[in-house]
């Protein structure tokens, strides 16, 4: 890849974390849609000089229809490890060069995994509330399910994935796991997810969101799981039947949920907020300034190196 003569102008269709945020405008031409009074109006004006986008790869993202209007279109960098929310299709059908924010964020997202398994099963945030609103005053708060020793089951096996089964070994958990194919890990491969659920304690969704894994965490799982199972979601809302979860959860046919992620954020069922059995994140799994930091890093690296020509560094296959 030669280096370009001149620096690109980027349009930036979602903020960075706010220090590299900063750099980014004070490097490049950088046009912040999302602040625009007029999107079309500013996508217009900008359209033919635009090498890069910035965006996030599951939420705002980047489809075909402003692919197709960006015709010096390059480089989509993500601020996000994953890519649900963007066109890969079209990106290959034009060249454009799609980079993510992959390992950087695995050990913030596996521990709050553990979080959200000790949370529920302890009664945590319950019994939080159950403090704070004066009522052990009047008694003693009822009894919660252990953790270690429990039965894990994994769906998806990548780097978070993994990441999460060696946190839960420390916790003497029996791990099981599901994934499109068996891999050599020192943790029993379940090829039936129904089975995997039946047979957990603990059930947490890690795969990749997209059409490929869409309404994955079925109804008939989630029964399998059972009312004293405890589902857990650090992956996409979208992995999930989640009207059927909410259903199985307010009937008790579900024991418990721990979810950081929803099928329409920041709008979350309310169905869910009465509930004790259930512990609700918004979407910040990765949302630690270390993270943060590291994943902004990383995107503007991508761009870097676009710019100079030389290979990207966490190109999308």
């Not at 999107?39 to 705002?60: F, K, Q, W, Y």
């Not at 290959?92 to 099963?121: H, K, M, Q």
């Not at 953790?147 to 998806?156: D, E, F, T, W």
């Not at 307010?250 to 512990?279: C, K, T, W």
Request: glycine share 10%; net charge neutral.
């Amino acid at each position: 890849m030669a280096a370009k003569s001149v620096k690109p102008e980027v349009l930036a269709v979602a903020p960075l974390y706010k220090p590299a945020q900063a750099t980014l405008q004070a490097t490049y031409t950088t046009h912040l849609l999302w602040e625009a009074k007029d999107c079309e109006a500013l996508i217009a004006e900008v359209a033919p000089r635009i090498d890069v986008v910035v965006t996030s790869g599951g939420g705002a993202g980047i489809q075909r229809a402003l692919m197709e209007q960006l015709p010096a279109l390059k480089l989509i960098a993500c601020f996000s490890v994953g890519l649900d929310s963007v066109d890969l299709a079209a990106a290959r059908e034009r060249g454009i060069a799609v980079t993510n924010t992959p390992d950087v964020l695995t050990d913030d997202v596996a521990d709050l995994a553990i979080g959200l398994i000790l949370a529920t099963a302890r009664r945590i945030a319950a019994a939080d509330r159950f403090v704070r609103d004066g009522r052990w005053l009047r008694g003693g708060f009822a009894l919660a399910s252990k953790a270690s020793g429990k039965r894990l089951g994994i769906v998806g096996m990548g780097r978070i994935g993994q990441a999460i089964a060696r946190r839960a070994a420390a916790f003497d958990m029996q791990i099981a796991w599901h994934g499109p194919a068996a891999k050599d890990l020192p943790f029993r491969f379940e090829p039936r997810l129904t089975e995997l659920a039946r047979s957990a304690d603990f059930l947490v969704a890690a795969c990749p969101g997209g059409a490929a894994t869409r309404g994955l965490i079925s109804r008939e799982v989630l029964t399998a799981l059972g009312p004293k199972g405890i589902f857990v979601n650090i992956s996409r809302g979208s992995v999930v039947d989640q009207e059927a979860m909410v259903e199985l959860l307010v009937s008790g046919q579900l024991g418990g949920a721990g979810l950081d992620v929803f099928v329409d954020e920041p709008r979350v069922p309310e169905g869910l907020f009465n509930l004790d059995n259930v512990v609700l994140q918004p979407h910040q799994a990765s949302a630690t300034n270390e993270t943060r930091g590291a994943m902004a890093q990383l995107v503007l690296d991508n761009i870097a190196a676009y710019v100079a020509g030389r290979p990207l560094l966490t190109a999308v296959k």
